[in-house]
């Protein structure tokens, strides 16, 4: 992809990964991805904003060249993750006497995943500034967005504000900006499942992030994934609703069924939750995408997790999506199992109750069924919607 000019004095010169399905083995990439690189042209310094994933290395080379790029000063890295560090070393070779700008916590990340030696870095302290001539960049920690060592670099002669993975999506576009209302609408879905899959764990620390945010008062958010934010506000307000403790009139059910048993008590709680008048979404595990699942892991207010009993537990796809989910910390309020088993349901609501620990919500009492379900069964899991329904309703506000 060719180079592209943000504000007078930044451009884009990352990469674009157009058919990249899976990032980190565990997230689907339904739209691809990008790695942004981003030069700040000062009068008399020149400043790279992170790199690109190490395959993608020589697409930043072209564009380097494609911008007369013949001197780096400074290599600033907001995070220390290889999709954005990796090419640091291949730039540092093209570029010997720039330097590595970075906080202290990130340049050990670096020594230590990437071996670079000490002499080549600059560290810098909260708040502190760099002067690029006309132009300069000041830098703010930023922790837990997504790594401890996250940090935002702000060029305030520009409003741009570089934020590397906090507020990102993966989308590959030829578009640079959320502008279009077809790229906006796909930019809200795609920064929902970003902050679902890799951000809510760390909600309590974004919410301080998006205050630094609204005090700088930035024209231009430059993640290191996706596009470009012209609309700052529309997305910080997502952003705001989404770390908030208000949740929706949902209820997921992901679940599992080998023989069908499970699944007539999932379609039984549909379609009881959907009279009461609550929004639901049964995930059938093995099939679904979980990214969607994640996404509404952010702001349901019930999660009812549904599985038969196999091998004395859970089935093993639902332990798994009950364990990313402890990981992820969503913000539900109230957590239930229902499931089918041959002789001993119990060993299954233990196994799935002991793998969500970390989330705080009320459990409801959980509606077992050996085999398939008869009539009374059904009638229990009406009962189990009704309560379920008046408590969800009863909290959310979204
Ligand atoms: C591979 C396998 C392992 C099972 N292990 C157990 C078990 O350890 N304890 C139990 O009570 N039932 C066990 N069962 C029986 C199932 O839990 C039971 O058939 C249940 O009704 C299946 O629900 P489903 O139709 O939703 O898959 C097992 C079934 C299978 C196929």
Redesign the pocket.
Known sequence: MAVKQISERTYWVGAIDWDRVLFDELVTLPEGTSYNAYIVKGSEKTALIDTVEPHKKEELFKNLKELGIERIDYIVSNHAEQDHSGAIPDVLKAFPKAKVVTNKKCKQMLQDLLHLPEEVFKVIDEGESLSLGDRSLQFFMAPWVHWPETMFTWVPEEKVLFTCDFLGSHIATSELFDTTDENRAKVYLETKRYYAEIMMPFRNFIKKHLALIDRLGPEIIAPSHGVVIKDVEFMTGAYKRWVSDEVKPMVIIPF????????HMVEHLTSELSKEGVIVRPYNLITADLGNAAMDLVDAAAVVIAS??????AHPAVISFAYLTNGLRPKTKFLGVI???????K?MVKHVQETLKNIKAQWLEPVLV???PREEDFNRLSAFAKELAEKVKAVSTL
């Open positions: 599992v069924s080998m023989h069908e048993s499970t699944r038969p009993t196999v091998l004395a537990g499931g089918s088993y041959g002789w001993n349901g060993v050996k085999g398939l």
